[in-house]
T-cell receptor
Framework: NAGVTQTPKFQVLKTGQSMTLQCAQD?????MSWYRQDPGMGLRLIHY???????DQGEVPNGYNVSRSTTEDFPLRLLSAAPSQTSVYFC??????????????FGQGTRLTVV | GENVEQHPSTLSVQEGDSAVIKCTYS??????FPWYKQELGKRPQLIID?????GEKKDQRIAVTLNKTAKHFSLHITETQPEDSAVYFC??????????FGTGTSLTVIP
């Protein structure tokens, strides 16, 4: 099992550009989510999905879009990059036990810089 | 929504001493409390977790305690070693994978 795979590992964007961060998991997990990590602020939830075709907003969703067409993939789209979106992004997946939380497995992260 | 506070933000201990990190949460619906360790440049990895129907859980040198009434939970690391040096995050979740993380504690174990 590869676990959770994110691409790219590093990315530099110019203000206003768009891009998609890819996330794939091979553990057949129902739940997938995206977090951003900024110094001194921990990890903050951007968007999450409880299964294919179902997505919802987290704490900091503005400027980001997601879709979940398959169980395996959960891409994060930046619509028009802004310097405030400079951060490290983590994708995570976990399985369902009837609504209770379970261990989240994280990808290796994407370091994004917007200039 | 949930609000998780974590203290201290930095912690230095001598090798062999104990380290304690404390977190509080606000949402009484939260029922799952994991702790993650993140080494520099790496992804967060689960080290221990506890559910709301349990008051304490131990795994070798690591233990977590939960006080549901007071809405706080703590991580205890005994006999610390240099390889314990990392950033530790607490989190709370009510459902699925909607985790709310604390702001992290940078632990340094001095040899």
């Amino acid at each position: 099992n590869a676990g959770v795979t994110q691409t790219p590992k590093f990315q530099v964007l110019k203000t206003g550009q768009s891009m998609t961060l890819q996330c794939a998991q091979d553990m057949n997990h129902e739940y997938m989510s995206w977090y951003r990590q900024d110094p001194g602020m921990g990890l903050r939830l951007i968007h999450y999905s409880v299964g294919a075709g179902i997505t919802d907003q987290g704490e900091v969703p503005n400027g980001y879009n997601v879709s979940r067409s398959t169980t395996e993939d959960f891409p994060l789209r930046l619509l028009s990059a802004a310097p405030s979106q400079t951060s490290v992004y983590f994708c995570a997946s976990s399985y369902s036990i009837g609504g209770g939380g379970t261990e989240a497995f994280f990808g290796q992260g994407t370091r994004l810089t917007v200039v | 929504g949930e609000n998780v506070e974590q203290h201290p933000s930095t912690l230095s201990v001598q090798e062999g001493d104990s380290a304690v990190i404390k977190c509080t949460y606000s949402d009484s619906a939260s029922n799952y409390f994991p702790w993650y360790k993140q080494e520099l440049g790496k992804r967060p990895q689960l080290i221990i977790d506890i559910r709301s129907n349990v008051g304490e859980k131990k795994d070798q040198r690591i233990a977590v305690t939960l006080n549901k009434t007071a809405k706080h939970f703590s991580l205890h690391i005994t006999e610390t070693q240099p390889e314990d040096s990392a950033v530790y995050f607490c989190a709370a979740a009510a459902t699925g994978n909607q985790f709310y993380f604390g702001t992290g504690t940078s632990l340094t174990v001095i040899p």
